[in-house]
């Protein structure tokens, strides 16, 4: 919370009192931190027990890959930007140094990318499978549906009911063409 206040009139310099009576005029406003990304170190010591023998470290926290420099969701961020924003190689690595302030190689980029893409592959293929079912379904020959990566994630009745809702507003995909197929 910010409280911002006047000491002096703009237009003729006098010292303000505040009315107390009055309520506060507030505006709340997202805004991209100046360092949105954080470096965190994580130390794990090893341990053993005395009783069987066994020695080993804690398990890194979710998110995190052994021996990997960039946290799941920088990944994540990174992946959609490939994926699903379509940057080429030099946009995405213009983003990740110059917005989030994370110096960065196309190498590490791959790696980043190919760990998004390993972590939906199960999503994917469940995905497909479900698509393979009989029944009515949507399939859309572009990536510009507006809820279609909602869908993916929501069950039968939601894509069914996308698939009307699409026909009927074709403003939603952009200039490609919903089709429903009885697979």
């Not at 690595?93 to 196309?106: A, D, H, K, R, T």
Request: net charge negative.
């Amino acid at each position: 919370m910010v409280l911002l206040e006047l000491e002096n009139c703009p237009v003729c310099e006098t010292e303000l009192e505040e009315v107390e009576e009055a309520p506060l005029k507030v505006q709340q406003v997202a805004e991209i931190v100046e360092q949105p990304v954080e470096i965190r170190e994580y130390r794990r010591p090893l341990y053993q027990c005395p009783n069987c023998g066994w020695s080993g470290y804690s398990r890194m926290p979710l998110g995190v890959k052994e021996g990997f420099s960039y946290g799941g969701r920088l990944c994540s961020i990174v992946g959609w930007l490939g994926y699903g924003g379509n940057l080429t190689w030099r946009k995405q690595e213009y983003f990740v140094e110059y917005v989030l302030g994370i110096p960065i190689s196309q190498g590490s980029l791959a790696k980043m990318q190919r760990w998004f893409q390993e972590s939906l592959e199960s999503s994917y293929q469940q995905w497909l499978r479900y698509m393979r079912e009989p029944g009515v379904r949507c399939v859309d020959e572009t990536t510009y549906c507006a809820r279609w990566h909602q869908v993916l994630v929501m069950g039968s009745y939601q894509l069914n009911s996308l698939c009307s809702d699409v026909s009927s507003h074709p403003q939603f995909c952009g200039a490609g063409k919903v089709v429903r197929e009885r697979l």
